[in-house]
């Protein structure tokens, strides 16, 4: 058995820590016993490129932190029982669109496998969006159009309806 935590933001969603970047993530995730945690966010530009420099491919869809990064987080949780945490490349796509006379608004999670998959999935997203505004990118997208847009980024890839906005969201 072990927990996980699939879904959080980045330093660079609305609302969030400063210090919600790799590094202290990983610092709490130790302290909280998750093994396996949500990178969120990862259609982020600036986000993307601190997966890529602080992250190395683990087991299969799952990733680690690089070296000298884990040894940091060793030395900060000192005392606290350490683990083999893991990151799984998440981000939270929140779509508004309309279906016959009706406006519909989605949050999906969707996960990807490996960083190449996650860079298809951008580059999709560019055509479609602006994902420099939040790490929380809205889509004018259809659940269904982004369902096939994430089985198309690669096997392994698989999206989540989350939930549907909040009643004060008109």
């Avoid at 945490?85 to 969707?110: A, N, P, Q």
Wanted: charge should be negative.
């Amino acid at each position: 058995m072990f927990y996980a935590d699939q879904h959080i933001h980045s330093r660079h969603s609305r609302a969030t820590s400063r210090d919600a970047d790799l590094e202290h993530m990983a610092i709490w995730t130790c302290r909280n016993s998750v093994s396996v945690l949500g990178t969120g966010n990862f259609t982020h530009p600036e986000w993307f490129s601190e997966i890529r420099e602080t992250l190395v491919p683990a087991e299969d869809g799952l990733f680690r932190l690089r070296d000298d990064v884990q040894h940091e987080v060793e030395r900060q949780t000192v005392g606290v029982l350490q683990q083999s945490m893991r990151f799984i490349l998440e981000v939270e796509i929140s779509t508004i669109y309309k279906k016959g006379d009706r406006k519909r608004k989605v949050h999906h999670l969707i996960y990807a496998p490996d960083q190449e998959s996650a860079q298809r999935l951008i580059q999709k997203f560019l055509r479609i969006g602006n994902r420099k505004s939040d790490g929380r990118p809205i889509l004018g997208l259809d659940s269904r159009d982004l369902l096939e847009i994430t089985i198309e980024a690669g096997e392994s890839c698989y999206l989540v309806p989350t939930h549907t906005w909040m009643p004060w969201f008109p």
